[in-house]
């Protein structure tokens, strides 16, 4: 059985919706920003918090546990530079308790979603894993405190993991049961297909004078599911024991800049959006695209889904849930 932490979020819902296709699956969420909803039917589903040691117990008590994947964290960039506590405790502090517990029963095997926020601004076109990890923000620095983590109990308790680092996950499942469902949004294509129906009196841009070839800034959009089938390939690679440990990018390679997003999300919907040129935000750099050769070669994956994919997919979602 695989113990799914964060499993009612947006990309563990869609890793779960595919992992209980072959395999028995435990769900753990607290839904602070996760939905009961999301969580497929054929998932046992516990209601607790990752830091509650109690809650832990009692599940590696109940369930065969095999191995876990964890997407329970606060992601939320701004709110983090407020707010660090609030991130070193439900970020850090919580995967401390839920490995120790790991541990004490016998599960080494572990699947981390992290960021490439850990990067920071790096000074590169396209990041590989050996770029140096010097994060700007709390948020960046929790996910780079557990990966340092995870490296220690590797060495000293034979922990076997892999870490998967990736910017923005997009899009919607195929079956439009699921998508991306934030509260509030911060995400660029949800807020600009939120505004074409309707929702939002016009979409921002931040900065037009980048050294870019439109000027707007370029960032790295995979479609969830394809993000979802790394996972699994990485759980397969841990559970068959191909793999013992590895840190990846997953990337599309080629970056996607704010005005080619918003032309797609025009071209897919067919509607025609209010935009606002505002002054660049401060530290917003202008690329962060991440090379993924090293999954592809190692783990045959690759992302597949092309933009409109992805935008079609999430239109699909959103228009459905404003039906």
């Given at each position: 059985?695989?113990?799914?932490?964060?499993?009612?979020?947006?990309?563990?819902?869609?890793?779960?919706?595919?992992?209980?296709?072959?395999?028995?699956?435990?769900?753990?969420?607290?839904?602070?920003?996760?939905?009961?909803?999301?969580?497929?039917k054929?998932?046992?589903?516990?209601?607790?918090?990752?830091?509650?040691?109690?809650?832990?117990v009692?599940?590696?008590?109940?369930?065969?546990?095999?191995?876990?994947?964890?997407?329970?964290?606060?992601?939320?960039?701004?709110?983090s530079?407020?707010?660090?506590?609030?991130?070193?405790?439900?970020?850090?502090?919580?995967?401390?308790?839920?490995?120790?517990?790991?541990?004490?029963?016998?599960?080494?095997?572990?699947?981390?979603?992290?960021t490439?926020?850990?990067?920071?601004?790096?000074?590169?076109?396209?990041?590989?894993?050996d770029?140096?990890?010097?994060?700007?923000?709390?948020?960046?620095?929790?996910?780079?405190?557990i990966?340092h983590?995870?490296?220690?109990?590797a060495?000293?308790?034979?922990?076997?993991?892999?870490v998967?680092r990736?910017?923005?996950?997009?899009?919607?499942?195929?079956?439009?049961?699921?998508?991306?469902d934030?509260?509030?949004?911060?995400?660029?294509?949800?807020?600009?297909?939120?505004?074409?129906?309707?929702?939002?009196?016009?979409?921002?841009?931040?900065?037009?004078?980048?050294?870019?070839?439109?000027?707007?800034?370029?960032?790295?959009?995979?479609?969830?599911?394809?993000?979802?089938?790394?996972?699994?390939?990485?759980?397969?690679?841990?559970?068959?024991?191909?793999?013992?440990?590895?840190?990846?990018?997953?990337?599309?390679?080629?970056?996607?800049?704010?005005?080619?997003?918003?032309?797609?999300?025009?071209?897919v919907t067919?509607?025609?959006?209010?935009?606002?040129?505002t002054?660049?935000?401060?530290?917003?750099?202008?690329?962060?695209?991440?090379?993924?050769?090293?999954?592809?070669?190692?783990?045959?994956?690759?992302?597949?889904?092309?933009l409109?994919?992805?935008?079609a997919?999430?239109?699909?979602w959103?228009?459905?849930?404003?039906?």
């Amino acid at each position: 059985m695989i113990l799914v932490v964060g499993g009612a979020g947006y990309i563990g819902s869609h890793v779960v919706k595919q992992l209980v296709e072959t395999k028995p699956v435990v769900v753990l969420d607290n839904l602070s920003t996760g939905h009961r909803y999301a969580v497929d039917k054929r998932a046992v589903f516990v209601h607790g918090d990752l830091g509650d040691r109690a809650t832990l117990v009692r599940m590696f008590e109940k369930y065969p546990i095999d191995a876990v994947m964890h997407f329970a964290a606060n992601s939320l960039v701004g709110e983090s530079v407020v707010e660090p506590m609030k991130y070193y405790k439900n970020n850090v502090a919580a995967t401390l308790t839920l490995l120790e517990t790991m541990m004490e029963y016998g599960v080494k095997r572990f699947i981390f979603s992290s960021t490439a926020a850990v990067y920071g601004i790096p000074n590169v076109d396209l990041i590989t894993e050996d770029c140096p990890t010097n994060p700007i923000n709390p948020y960046g620095r929790s996910k780079l405190m557990i990966e340092h983590m995870l490296s220690d109990f590797a060495s000293a308790y034979d922990l076997r993991y892999v870490v998967l680092r990736y910017f923005n996950a997009a899009g919607a499942h195929e079956s439009g049961d699921i998508g991306e469902d934030h509260h509030p949004e911060t995400h660029l294509i949800p807020l600009i297909l939120q505004h074409l129906l309707g929702l939002r009196d016009k979409i921002s841009v931040f900065g037009t004078d980048y050294d870019t070839p439109d000027g707007t800034c370029i960032r790295d959009y995979i479609h969830v599911t394809d993000l979802a089938e790394a996972h699994i390939l990485a759980l397969h690679a841990l559970l068959s024991d191909e793999k013992k440990t590895a840190t990846y990018n997953l990337g599309n390679g080629l970056g996607y800049s704010v005005k080619e997003v918003i032309d797609m999300c025009e071209r897919v919907t067919g509607k025609k959006a209010t935009i606002e040129y505002t002054a660049r935000r401060p530290g917003d750099p202008e690329r962060l695209v991440a090379s993924s050769e090293n999954i592809a070669r190692e783990l045959g994956w690759q992302a597949t889904r092309s933009l409109e994919d992805i935008i079609a997919s999430a239109w699909r979602w959103h228009a459905s849930k404003r039906g």
